[in-house]
């Protein structure tokens, strides 16, 4: 009867060392890019790219109803993939795009929007990539969908279809 | 003479002090993870994302910012697998208590073993 019991508390203890091994084998081990979404935009003022009195206020975004914050380099091939996505955005959809400049040259910056066209209303130069990082950044391009100045989706890498159809869908 | 000695007391002193803060900027480099890198450090990388980060926390523990508070900022933005040292909490609450547990366990086992030996 004893032993009946041991056997019992053995199996017991193994299911549960077994399901709390399932449960860390199964969370998420990777860069987790829904970090920021739902939080607020961090605050930050930047030069902007083609207006020099202009600047690039975080809080300008906070007062906007919808606006996407898409992080950007002339240098950064996976960009030029998506900027005919972005221009769509822009010229079909109205919608408000601000341009994150990542560490890059400002003359091959203008470069670039002048051969595939500007999307954005402001471009912020983030030289030393220092505001990519304070929006939990890693690389480029990055996109984030702002609602009032909170972040409320975030798409890493170059935009696809799906991406913009997601977008738009935030948009409604 | 008093000028010497009061020179090289100062070099000393700041020289303790630069190895003392670039241990603590070498300690938090190894705890933090590349995150575009595989299992590297930012300490062991030479990618533009760690290099971006070890300035960025070299300028804020210039600033002041302590070692918690720079682990606390690089965790609201990247998430607990930033750090290659979590702290306490509910996911991490096994990976903290099962080899405790399996201590006691084994230890309690040797205990009754050896008890109805001894019987």
Known sequence: ?172 | MKKFIFIIIFFILSSNVFSANEELKNKIYKNIRCIVCQGQSIYESNSDFAIDLKKLISKKLDNGENEKQIYEFLISRYGEWIVFNPGLNLNSLALWLLPLLIFMIGGFLIFRLNNKEKK
């Open chain 1, 1 to 172: 009867m004893k032993n009946k019991y041991k056997i019992i508390i053995l199996g017991i203890t193994i299911v549960i060392i077994f399901i709390l091994f399932l449960r860390v084998l199964n969370s998420n081990k990777t860069y987790q890019p829904n970090q920021m979404i739902g939080k607020k935009i961090p605050e930050f003022i930047l030069e902007d790219l083609l207006n020099k009195n202009t600047k690039l206020d975080s809080n300008i975004l906070s007062g906007k109803d919808f606006a996407i914050l898409n992080i950007w380099a002339s240098w950064c091939i996976p960009c030029r993939i998506e900027h005919p996505f972005l221009m769509d955005l822009k010229d079909k959809n109205q919608i408000n795009i601000i341009g994150l400049n990542y560490k890059d040259e400002s003359v091959n910056a203008k470069n670039f929007l002048k051969k595939y066209g500007n999307p954005y209303s402001l471009i912020g130069i983030d030289k030393k990539g220092e505001v990519a990082i304070q929006l939990g950044a890693y690389g480029v391009p990055e996109t984030y969908v702002l609602k009032r100045g909170k972040i409320i989706f975030k798409h890493i890498g170059p935009l696809n279809e799906d991406a913009v159809n997601k977008i738009l869908e935030l948009k409604k």
